[in-house]
């Protein structure tokens, strides 16, 4: 047995001069409902109803209905009377009720809103398929606009920790930029090396937010170039070790690999690299002083396993429960010299999906950190036969 969907409740009001127009409509919405399985939802009707134009209007700006039947011949003024002076008119969709069906009354009802026409006499049917359509309209116009609104939001969101993730090293850069101009340390240049050295290593992490951000959206959008050929993962583990080798020595963090002597994976050679770069990079920074990392490289039934394990800070429940989002930067006492993107482990997981995989993170705050990474081989392109 399926669980019900859930119910989403549209108002209608129904305006008509005639109590049996009314009441039929009312009892042809009772009870009926309209499922939108590709949301998830089923939606319902509650309705109340209105007999001239003069009442229609005291109701709208009561309350603005989600759909509005509006008769277009009322006893005190016409529906596009009604329309014309309904406030919030755009907020409801209109279906017009008429029995003078005229291509003028049409122009003019669209001219105002009207979302669709019933003809008098129409039967329960009618009514329900032609409520039915507007109901899906309005769901349709309703999640779009949340959507947007959403996108709206994440993008200031992005473009805000974007801003400050650029302000701090710009200002630090321009500052001594400015103690150097002014000659504050003296004529000696050797007395400006210390502010040199820090400024470069503020643009490298500029540098290096920048590059992941380009990284990010090629992921996103698809159009990241991949060269798969065969890979040596061993081979590739040993040039990762290289790279995070005087990381590692500056914390005195031991770093060991346990791999067999080759293991060949179809794969991109940079986005193997990112993998194994961003998991040692991490398992270093992240590791307390005179800590350790090992990294181990297997192949099983499912593909190729990559599991990176440290003795460091480890992340409580909450921080893992947000640790693959962009920008996301666990800060605490022990992380907060700690520099860093936050788009590096976003960046890992959609690559890691190229290869068919999954990540899985075990972490126990102030013990340690294991991620397990398995990866399929990427289908290696056909070389196209040479031209004869």
Do not use: W
């Amino acid at each position: 047995m399926t669980d019900p969907l859930p119910l989403h409740v549209l108002d209608v009001l129904i305006v008509d001069d005639e109590a049996g127009m009314r009441t039929g409509a009312e009892r042809s919405l009772e009870g009926f409902s309209v499922p939108l399985p590709d949301f998830n939802e089923t939606v319902t009707f509650a309705v109340r109803s209105a007999a001239t134009g003069e009442e229609a209007l005291a109701q709208l700006k009561a309350k603005s209905p989600d759909i509005l039947l509006l008769d277009y011949k009322l006893p005190d003024m016409t529906g596009i009377d009604v329309l014309a002076a309904a406030p919030g008119a755009g907020d409801f969709l209109t279906i017009m009720i008429t029995a003078f069906a005229s291509l003028e009354v049409a122009v003019n009802a669209t001219k105002r809103g009207a979302f669709d026409f019933l003809a008098k006499p129409f039967t329960p049917e009618e009514l329900r398929a032609t409520v039915a359509k507007a109901a899906r309209s309005i769901y349709l116009l309703r999640k779009a606009r949340k959507l947007e609104e959403e996108k709206r939001q994440v993008r200031f969101e992005f473009i805000s920790v974007l801003a400050h993730e650029l302000k701090s090293p710009l200002a630090a850069v321009e500052g001594y930029m400015h103690l150097m101009k002014e000659r504050m340390k003296g004529p000696e240049l050797q007395a400006y090396d210390s502010m040199i050295e820090r400024s470069v290593t503020r643009i490298g992490g500029m540098r290096k937010l920048v590059m992941d951000l380009l990284d990010l959206t090629r992921l996103e959008s698809g159009k990241k170039k991949r060269a798969v050929e065969p890979v040596d993962l061993v081979k590739a583990a040993g040039l990762a070790l290289e790279g995070v080798a005087a990381l590692a020595e500056g914390k005195k963090v031991s770093v060991e690999l346990k791999a067999p002597p080759s293991l060949a994976l179809s794969a991109d050679p940079g986005e193997v690299d990112m993998i194994l770069t961003n998991l040692l990079t991490n398992a270093v920074k992240y590791n307390k002083e005179g800590g350790s990392a090992t990294l181990e490289l297997s192949r099983g039934e499912s593909g190729v396993t990559i599991r990176c394990s440290d003795t460091g800070i480890g992340m409580t429940e909450e921080e893992l429960a947000k640790l693959f989002g962009e920008f996301v930067r666990m800060k605490n006492e022990h992380t907060r010299s700690i520099d860093g993107s936050g788009l590096g482990l976003s960046i890992l997981k959609k690559v890691v999906k190229l290869y068919g995989g999954d990540v899985k993170v075990a972490s126990r705050y102030g013990q340690g950190t294991t991620f397990t990474l398995t990866l399929q081989d990427a289908p290696v392109p056909a070389v196209p036969e040479a031209v004869k």
